[in-house]
């Protein structure tokens, strides 16, 4: 049993498919099949099942494949002392973003993080956190930034910042003429969300039904950004919630519609998530340094505070 077999196992059992996965593992797949057949003759078992389209792994082939997974990940951490020893920060990093973060946070810190470890090839993509958790389970994500907690035992948290709330309340609303608001005031049935599958939505959603019992989820709107959130509340269609970094790119004309809160504020808490092996771990740790640094000193904050952890 080789390394080497166990990896094109993992690859099959992605891809479900021979052909495909060895187009992923750089091999022809005559070679593939020969190695993963050599693996299930040694173990006298049968790991896939070639007669299902696409392929479909057997019940031991199912449980040969996570203990496969956790040799793999394994192995690699061999590489990862040695680049930690040799003070190595570099090579590729699968990074996740989710959306509600993505569009203000990566500006913010991605040109810095280049120019100072230039070694790094980050690999970014904007996902739902549920899809963040899986792929960092299945070892395609080596990190992802994530609100939290989440409240898993296989995934590490380092918590980066707290991101206050902030409600815009268009002109017209009950609330609009309030100087600041406070998190007893909302009402969930005159909330513009985000559509299922985003954590912000299930954060404002909390924070209403912390004050207020609703017994049903039957919401005027949802919406899958918060760009048309905004919009759609200028419509008049409701009031919506936003992460204090959203309302940096309010337009002037808009920010009237902006309200605080009273102290202490509704925050999220945004944190960088890994695998509890905890591979990789220069270059996240690297991740923290350059991002909380930013938090900390490069944003000019008003009526509100963002608070950014000392690293640990």
Same mark, same amino acid.
């Given at each position: 049993?080789? #390394?080497?077999?166990?990896? &094109?196992?993992?690859?099959?059992?992605?891809?479900?498919?021979?052909?495909?996965?060895?187009?992923?593992?750089?091999?022809?797949?005559?070679?593939?099949?020969?190695?993963?057949?050599?693996?299930?003759?040694?173990?006298? *078992?049968?790991?896939?099942?070639?007669?299902?389209?696409?392929?479909?792994?057997? !019940?031991? @082939?199912?449980?040969?494949?996570?203990?496969?997974?956790?040799?793999?990940?394994?192995?690699?951490?061999?590489?990862? #002392?040695?680049?930690?020893?040799? =003070?190595?920060?570099? @090579?590729?990093?699968?990074?996740?973003?989710?959306?509600? #973060?993505?569009?203000?946070?990566?500006?913010?810190?991605?040109?810095?993080?280049?120019?100072?470890?230039?070694?790094?090839?980050?690999?970014?993509?904007?996902?739902?956190?549920?899809?963040?958790?899986?792929?960092?389970?299945?070892?395609?994500?080596?990190?992802?930034?994530?609100?939290?907690?989440?409240?898993?035992?296989?995934?590490?948290?380092?918590?980066? &910042?707290?991101?206050?709330?902030?409600?815009?309340?268009?002109?017209? %609303?009950?609330?609009? +003429?309030?100087?600041?608001?406070?998190?007893?005031?909302?009402?969930? +049935?005159?909330?513009?969300?985000?559509?299922? @599958?985003?954590?912000?939505? !299930? =954060?404002?959603?909390?924070?209403?039904?912390?004050?207020?019992?609703?017994?049903?989820?039957?919401?005027?709107?949802?919406?899958?950004?918060?760009?048309?959130?905004?919009?759609?509340?200028?419509?008049?269609?409701?009031?919506?919630?936003?992460?204090?970094?959203?309302?940096?790119? *309010? %337009?002037?004309?808009?920010?009237?519609?902006?309200? &605080?809160?009273?102290?202490?504020?509704?925050?999220?808490?945004?944190?960088?998530?890994?695998?509890?092996?905890?591979?990789?771990?220069?270059?996240?740790?690297?991740?923290?340094?350059?991002?909380?640094?930013?938090?900390? =000193?490069?944003?000019?904050?008003? +009526?509100?505070?963002?608070?950014?952890?000392?690293?640990?």
């Amino acid at each position: 049993m080789t #390394i080497t077999q166990l990896y &094109y196992v993992l690859a099959v059992a992605e891809n479900q498919n021979f052909t495909k996965a060895a187009e992923k593992c750089f091999v022809t797949q005559p070679t593939l099949s020969m190695q993963i057949q050599k693996l299930e003759d040694q173990l006298d *078992v049968q790991i896939f099942d070639r007669s299902k389209k696409p392929i479909e792994l057997t !019940d031991v @082939g199912k449980k040969i494949v996570t203990q496969a997974r956790n040799i793999v990940n394994e192995s690699y951490r061999i590489q990862d #002392i040695v680049d930690q020893q040799k =003070g190595f920060i570099g @090579g590729e990093f699968k990074l996740g973003i989710i959306p509600t #973060i993505m569009p203000t946070l990566l500006p913010m810190f991605l040109k810095a993080f280049i120019k100072k470890h230039p070694k790094v090839k980050l690999k970014i993509e904007e996902l739902t956190t549920e899809e963040i958790i899986a792929r960092i389970k299945d070892g395609h994500l080596d990190a992802a930034i994530a609100a939290t907690p989440l409240e898993d035992d296989t995934i590490r948290e380092r918590v980066l &910042y707290f991101e206050p709330f902030v409600s815009y309340i268009p002109e017209g %609303h009950r609330l609009h +003429n309030n100087k600041k608001i406070d998190a007893s005031d909302l009402d969930i +049935n005159d909330m513009l969300l985000l559509e299922d @599958g985003h954590c912000f939505r !299930d =954060g404002v959603i909390n924070l209403c039904k912390a004050f207020k019992d609703h017994s049903d989820d039957n919401f005027q709107l949802e919406s899958g950004s918060i760009e048309t959130l905004i919009k759609l509340s200028n419509e008049g269609l409701g009031m919506t919630l936003l992460p204090y970094l959203h309302t940096l790119e *309010v %337009h002037d004309k808009e920010k009237k519609n902006l309200h &605080y809160f009273n102290e202490p504020a509704p925050a999220r808490e945004v944190s960088i998530i890994y695998h509890k092996s905890e591979l990789k771990m220069q270059i996240i740790e690297a991740l923290q340094d350059v991002i909380s640094g930013i938090i900390r =000193g490069a944003i000019a904050f008003q +009526n509100v505070q963002i608070i950014s952890p000392l690293p640990r």
